[in-house]
């Protein structure tokens, strides 16, 4: 038996509601420098209700080859990936128009 989508009513296989999701999402990309000197990118914005945040997390840790986490709702990256991470986030789905690198 096919599972239904609550929120859709499609079945599972031809579910969208991730893609939408991924479209109307506000993507805030920025630089923190923390102890001893390190500097880590932090991805806010992500609804981690609606989107697979661990799945997004490890697709940009494979791209970017670096080093993160997800702590909350914000995705934690070893490095200076701010002026990658767009182009990669467009590649997983985003919408490049509301991604916003600071």
């Known amino acids: 038996m096919n599972q239904i ?6 079945p599972s296989e031809l579910c969208v509601c991730e893609t939408i999701a991924k479209e109307s999402q506000k993507i805030l990309v920025r630089l923190e420098k923390r ?11 992500i609804d981690n209700k609606e ?3 661990k799945d997004v997390t490890k697709k940009l840790k494979n791209e970017l080859a670096c080093g993160g986490t997800f702590k909350q709702s914000s ?19 985003f919408s490049a128009e509301t991604i916003e690198a600071k």
């Not at 989508?5 to 499609?10: E, V, Y």
């Open 51 to 53: 989107i697979d945040i």
């Open 5 to 10: 989508c609550t929120k859709c009513g499609l």
């Open 75 to 93: 995705i934690e990256l070893q490095g200076n990936h701010k002026n990658k991470v767009k182009k990669v986030l467009v590649k997983l789905g």
């Open 35 to 45: 102890k001893f000197g390190k500097k880590y990118t932090v991805i806010d914005g």
